[in-house]
């Protein structure tokens, strides 16, 4: 009933990577360390490039919100409660060997850099989703993760001690949760205006929380770092006067191509980025030379 396998691999089967025993998507290490790097637009680009237009929610209150939040989601649905329905799933979580209230029975199946991810269906006063305990488990088991909760935590002066995770939230309030029943545990999870599936990269900034689909994840880094220091070397030959907004903004001409090659493997701004390859890049600047008449295009 919660947190099923074959449900997870059918929600997810454009990911042909690593997985958890629960078939939840494992995004590699080094991916969530390169994103943590991004900015949010340029995380967000990649994915409304690929049609992926619900993905980022900014409506929330951060308990840390100078500190940026990376990991592999896990999700949880909370409906109002219903007593035929509570009664019904709190037999199925006991035969699953689950103890406790919901928001426990997800907190025990965190590993490291999981976010716990849940629509509280904007719920705060009895939706309280953690408070200090279950954000110490939090942290204890994720390490370095948080939680995003569409819905109220409690005990806040008590959850802000604890720093090396965050915690993304709608409000406040003294009442612990209650009144509410988990209608699914790795499922797919509306978070305001944006969807999350088990597995997804949660990404969060001052700015709000993206949702980043496993299978887009490589692409969309790679993608994002190009932009990135593109980004440090246009700035870089606008404050010289090299060159003017129009031509750093439209398609990059050959001789402004070779001039970024040249800076690139020499400038210490660009060592963190040596991975890239931008054979693809020179080649399309080339044949748009070679065809002038199309007239200009803007970067996008």
Not at 116 to 139: E, P, Q, R, W
Request: hydrophobic share 40%; glycine share 8%.
């Amino acid at each position: 009933m919660f947190d099923r396998k074959e449900d997870i691999l059918k929600w997810t089967a454009k990911w042909t990577g690593e997985r958890y025993e629960n078939g939840r998507p494992k995004v590699s290490d080094d991916i969530l360390k390169r994103i943590k790097r991004l900015t949010m637009e340029e995380a967000w680009g990649p994915l409304w490039n690929n049609q992926y237009r619900f993905q980022f929610e900014g409506g929330f209150k951060i308990i840390h919100p100078k500190q940026i939040m990376v990991g592999r989601a896990v999700t949880a649905v909370m409906v109002p409660t219903r007593p035929d329905l509570h009664e019904n799933l709190l037999a199925v979580g006991a035969e699953e060997g689950r103890s406790g209230f919901y928001n426990q029975w997800v907190i025990d199946v965190l590993e490291e850099n999981d976010i716990v991810v849940v629509d509280m269906f904007d719920k705060i006063h009895l939706g309280t989703y953690v408070g200090g305990n279950l954000c110490t488990a939090i942290s204890t088991r994720t390490k370095q993760g948080g939680a995003v909760i569409w819905g109220g935590i409690r005990d806040n002066a008590q959850v802000e001690q604890i720093t090396d995770i965050n915690v993304y939230y709608r409000g406040y309030d003294p009442t612990a949760i209650g009144d509410v029943v988990m209608s699914g545990m790795n499922v797919p999870c509306r978070i305001g205006n944006a969807i999350c599936l088990p597995g997804d990269i949660v990404f969060g900034t001052p700015e709000g929380v993206i949702f980043i689909p496993p299978h887009l994840a490589e692409q969309m880094v790679i993608d994002a770092e190009k932009s990135q220091v593109r980004d440090i070397f246009g700035f870089s030959r606008l404050r010289d006067g090299t060159y003017t907004t129009a031509q750093i903004d439209s398609p990059w001409t050959v001789p402004i191509w070779n001039d970024f090659l040249e800076w690139f493997a020499a400038d210490e701004q660009a060592r963190n980025y040596s991975h890239l390859s931008w054979e693809q890049e020179l080649k399309e600047a080339r044949e748009q030379e070679a065809q002038p008449n199309q007239g200009p295009r803007v970067r996008e």
